[in-house]
């Protein structure tokens, strides 16, 4: 699955969690939520090589991304 690319525009909870412990190499954030989402499970996509977020960050943005 490290092929795999995902374009996420609708954020829910449960597409993260279904993404968890994947092997997904390129994921693009559309909006500050989704980041916001995906933070607790992109230290668990150990493929990863591409991540892009797109959206309006005001403040602190804290993402615990895999070595």
């Known amino acids: 699955m490290s ?3 995902i374009l996420v525009k609708t954020d ?8 968890r412990d994947t092997s997904i190499g390129f994921l693009d954030l559309r909006t500050a939520y989704c980041a916001s ?4 499970i992109l230290n668990t996509l ?3 090589t591409k991540l ?3 959206g309006t960050y005001t403040g602190r943005c804290d993402l ?4």
């Open 52 to 54: 892009d977020l797109w």
């Open 46 to 48: 150990n493929k990863l």
């Open 3 to 5: 092929n795999i690319e």
């Open 64 to 67: 615990k991304i895999p070595a």
């Open 12 to 19: 829910t909870k449960e597409l993260f969690e279904i993404l």
């Open 37 to 40: 989402l995906a933070s607790a």
